[in-house]
Structure formats: structure tokens, C-alpha cells
């Protein structure tokens, strides 16, 4: 599992399908811990109007025998700039090709999506159960209040 973006120049990708996920071995392999992606800035298109749309995510997992890089994660992430999906489709995809690519003990994500149309939309999606024996903090997005 030799990474192909760490260490190296990079560009985005220019779509979420084109882009290459990183995994390397877990250096904790046989230890339950958790793993907490917060991606804050998310993006993505409107495939209705080609509007951008705009999130917080926050991805946990628990690693099996891989962890996913990083810098790659970050790369296919922001392909989703110029990619038009509904939220749904964004945020169970990504949670999905994770678990399929990386394999881990666990792995949920939550989209905490801004309004569109004045309603928000959370979504969120697991593999699983949570293992009982991890830490598993809440996600700690507040849902959407506008000015009330």
C-alpha cells in the first residue's frame, strides 16, 4: 500500500470517480480506536440548478487492517466542487466507497447540509453497529437554527 499522493505534487481530480484513495497499513492494527474527519467547507453542485451546495462532514470510523490517507481523502473530497448530486447521493456515496475501499471495523458519516429552498438537510449514514468497546464521541454539528 504505497500511497501515490503523499510526499507528491497533487491536483484535484476532476471528478469524485476519478479520483484515487490512498490507504496505508494501520499502525495500530489489532488496537479499537477511532478515527474523526471533519471537513467543514464541503462542496458540491445542485443537479437540479448547478447551484452550490454546501455542507459539514464528519466522518468516523474504526480501522481495520488500513487507514485512509489524508491528503487523498482531501483530494476526492474536493472533487465534489464541481460534481451535481443530491445530498443523499453525496454523502452515502462517499461514506460508501470508503467502507468498500478501506474495509474498517466501522464507519459512519454524517452531511450536515445548509439549507436549500430554507429547509436543511441532514443525512447520515453506517455500516453497522458501533463496536462497544471504542469511544464513540457525537458528532457535535449543531442542527441548523437560521435566526430563531
Not at 47 to 53: A, C, I, K, L, Y
Not at 101 to 110: K, N
Request: charged fraction near 15%.
Amino acid at each position: 500500500m504505497t500511497p501515490i499522493h503523499l510526499g507528491q505534487a497533487s491536483s484535484l481530480p476532476a471528478s469524485p470517480e476519478a479520483a484515487v484513495l490512498d490507504y496505508v497499513t494501520n499502525p495500530r492494527a489489532g488496537t479499537r480506536y477511532l478515527v474523526r474527519f471533519a471537513v467543514p467547507e464541503f462542496t458540491s453542485l445542485c443537479p437540479v440548478t448547478g447551484q452550490p451546495d454546501f455542507a459539514h462532514l464528519v466522518i468516523d470510523y474504526v480501522p481495520g487492517d488500513s487507514i485512509v490517507e489524508s491528503k487523498s481523502l482531501k483530494l476526492f473530497l474536493g472533487a465534489f466542487r464541481n460534481h451535481a448530486a443530491f445530498h443523499e447521493d453525496c454523502t452515502v456515496g462517499i461514506g460508501q466507497r470508503l467502507a468498500d475501499e478501506m474495509a474498517p471495523v466501522w464507519l459512519r458519516i454524517g452531511g450536515y447540509w445548509y439549507p436549500r429552498g430554507g429547509i436543511p438537510i441532514d443525512v447520515f449514514w453506517q455500516t453497522g453497529v458501533p463496536p462497544a468497546d471504542v469511544w464513540i464521541p457525537e458528532q457535535g454539528v449543531p442542527s441548523y437554527r437560521g435566526r430563531g
